[in-house]
């Protein structure tokens, strides 16, 4: 389990380099057949090692480290068991926090969000480390990458760490950018068509993915 708790205590490093990640607020988990390794309870996230790093089993009981797994344990714990995420990213990242208290969903202004799924929903307020927020939250991931916790933070869920890592990163973006768009009037959304057509030529494209260059197609278009 070494390197499932360095990838975990790397990815908490990487987060609060970036700013998503406060002192001990969050917290980061990754699973590997029947156990998941998650941050420990009231670790700093920004200097996290892998001694910081606890891993459990998928009923939640320690099976190595010496620390207090995540207050958020259930959360990690419903996600991994209803969905294919492998990794869970849990931060009170500011600009999700801010619209997480602010709006009921976060639709999709920019193209890139369709990455995350569609309109990112916004669960409903619970106490933090509460069976009814990991429910409410795993509700609001279905079909999804990311979702915002009602005035607590938010969540993104992937098939690595860097993938969680990188939605996590992209639903902050695109939270500042709806506050951006909102302070010059009202938002312009993406209609349901218009983000089909997206998805259709990022499928025909191949969009986002490094592809050889073949000499005989002569000028190449911009992806």
């Known amino acids: 389990m070494t390197a499932l708790r360095d990838q975990v205590a790397a990815a908490a490093r990487r987060l609060a380099a970036a700013g998503l990640l406060v002192g001990t607020a969050g917290n980061v988990s990754l699973r590997d057949g029947d156990r998941v390794a998650v941050t420990a309870s009231g670790v700093v996230l920004g200097a996290c090692t892998p001694d910081d790093v606890t891993v459990v089993d998928l009923a939640g009981h320690v099976v190595e480290g010496s620390l207090r797994p995540t207050s958020e344990l259930d959360l990690h714990l ?11 990213v849990h931060t009170h990242a500011p600009w999700s926090t801010a619209v997480a208290c602010v709006l009921d969903e976060l639709p999709v202004l920019h193209y890139q969000q369709l990455l995350l799924g569609g309109a990112v929903r916004v669960a409903p307020y619970a106490t933090f480390g509460t069976p009814a927020l990991a429910a409410s939250v795993t509700e609001a991931l279905a079909g999804r990458q990311a979702a915002l916790m009602a005035n607590h933070g938010s969540v993104a869920v992937g098939s690595s760490l860097d993938r969680a ?4 990163e992209l639903l902050e973006w695109l939270c500042a950018l709806h506050h951006r768009a909102a302070t010059l009037g009202t938002p312009r959304v993406l209609t ?3 983000q089909a057509d997206v998805v259709e030529q990022a499928v025909r494209r191949s969009y986002g993915t490094p592809q050889q ?5 002569g000028p190449q278009e911009e992806q």
């Open 78 to 88: 419903s996600v991994v068991a209803a969905t294919p995420a492998a990794a869970v």
């Open 165 to 168: 890592v990188e939605h996590a």
């Open 192 to 194: 349901d068509a218009q």
């Open 213 to 217: 260059v073949d000499p005989s197609e």
